[in-house]
């Protein structure tokens, strides 16, 4: 059964940090490119950061560039999202998905609220 979790959301003040997980199991992890996407209320889904199967390969939206950072420990099914000087319109429901191909796996997401 395919599975991936994220954890690490939760309220931040403006200006600090968070660092997302998310765990894999079912598949053969270290094979697929690792992306965050984000959604706010009312608006529409926004990929946010990418990292490749192979080499490790990333590329950022505009809005997270210079701010986040996306990584993957393999040994671990794992895929990390660092986010620094985090600003009230990072606030969203922040998915992982697993790429193959034509397979995409989507998991349930994790709330991010940036606020004072």
């Known amino acids: 059964q395919v599975q991936l979790v994220e954890s690490g959301g939760g309220l931040v003040q403006p200006g600090g940090s968070l660092r997302l997980s998310c765990t894999a199991s079912?598949?053969?992890?270290?094979?697929?490119?690792m992306s965050w996407y984000r959604q706010a209320p009312g608006k529409e889904r926004e990929l946010v950061a990418t990292?490749?199967?192979?080499?490790?390969?990333?590329t950022y939206s505009d809005s997270a560039k210079g701010r986040f950072t996306i990584s993957r420990d393999n040994a671990k099914n794992t895929v990390y999202l660092q986010m620094n000087s985090l600003k009230p319109e990072d606030t969203a429901l922040y998915y992982c998905?697993?790429?193959?191909?034509?397979?995409?796996?989507w998991g349930q997401g994790t709330q991010v609220t940036v606020s004072s």
């Open positions: 998905t697993a790429r193959l191909f034509a397979v995409n796996y």
């Open positions: 079912g598949f053969v992890f270290s094979m697929y490119a």
């Open positions: 990292i490749g199967s192979r080499i490790g390969s990333t």
